[in-house]
């Protein structure tokens, strides 16, 4: 079964600093990843999916993630933090079929001033 | 183009009582997942349905329950409610490939149990 780890329960950076969220899979099959974004209050919200097209992915709010096989991973970058990233960032897999999307446990993101 | 609709938004029960959750999917979409979120076990896949169909189901109890209608809204219900169910109940629809098509979610349903 597939299933998805998120390191670090929390990560705090400053404004303007890189933003680096880990996450990496288990999948006895090619995967499809997904990323989310839970502001407070709200649902959630797609940043980014990998459907085995290019590895490296870009979304929105300037986030992108690589697909990298060889580790499993599917980490999530922003060159630069923005107040507004604070949120809960959310990893996600499905396999083939009509699997359910497995979630991570989710990395709460702060960003200081 | 409404986004999927979860009511109530928030809601207080009592131990041994049930209640139902309604979510209403975007316009044309026919799959309606459900997942339990809890600050501790994070978003928990309780059950998915397509065309009134359940066509997945996750590892809860079976006091967690849940159905689909013709026109695509769902509801779950929680019988004999128990205070580890409180939690944000989300819902989420989708369209497209079975595989690579994004879930888009409501807000969720926040129940608290006394």
């Known amino acids: 079964a597939q299933s998805v780890t998120q390191l670090g329960s929390h990560v705090s950076v400053s404004e303007g600093a890189l933003v680096l969220l880990r996450c990496n899979y288990s999948?006895?099959?090619?995967?499809?990843l997904f990323w989310y974004v839970q502001y407070p209050n709200q649902g959630l919200q797609l940043l980014l999916k990998y459907t085995s097209a290019a590895t490296l992915v870009k979304g929105i709010n300037g986030f992108e993630a690589e697909f990298k096989k060889s580790e499993t991973s599917f980490h999530l970058t922003k060159p630069s933090a923005h107040m507004s990233d604070a949120a809960e960032y959310f990893c996600?897999?499905?396999?083939?079929?009509?699997?359910?999307?497995?979630f991570g446990k989710g990395t709460r993101l702060s960003v200081i001033a | 183009k409404a986004g999927v609709t979860q009511t109530p938004r928030y809601l207080i029960k009592t131990r041994g009582q049930q209640v139902t959750l309604s979510c209403s999917p975007i316009?044309?979409?026919?799959?309606v997942s459900w997942y339990q979120q809890t600050p501790g076990q994070g978003l928990q896949f309780l059950f998915e349905y397509f065309s009134e169909t359940q066509r997945n189901k996750g590892n809860f109890p079976g006091r967690f329950s849940g159905r689909q209608f013709s026109n695509s809204r769902s509801e779950m219900n929680v019988s004999t409610l128990e205070l580890g169910d409180s939690a944000l109940y989300l819902c989420?629809?989708?369209?497209?490939?079975?595989?690579?098509?994004?879930?888009?979610f409501g807000e969720g349903s926040r129940l608290t149990v006394l």
């Open positions: 999948s006895s099959v090619p995967p499809y």
């Open positions: 996600a897999v499905r396999t083939a079929g009509n699997t359910p999307l497995v």
């Open positions: 989420a629809s989708r369209t497209g490939d079975a595989n690579t098509g994004e879930l888009f």
């Open positions: 316009s044309g979409h026919r799959s």
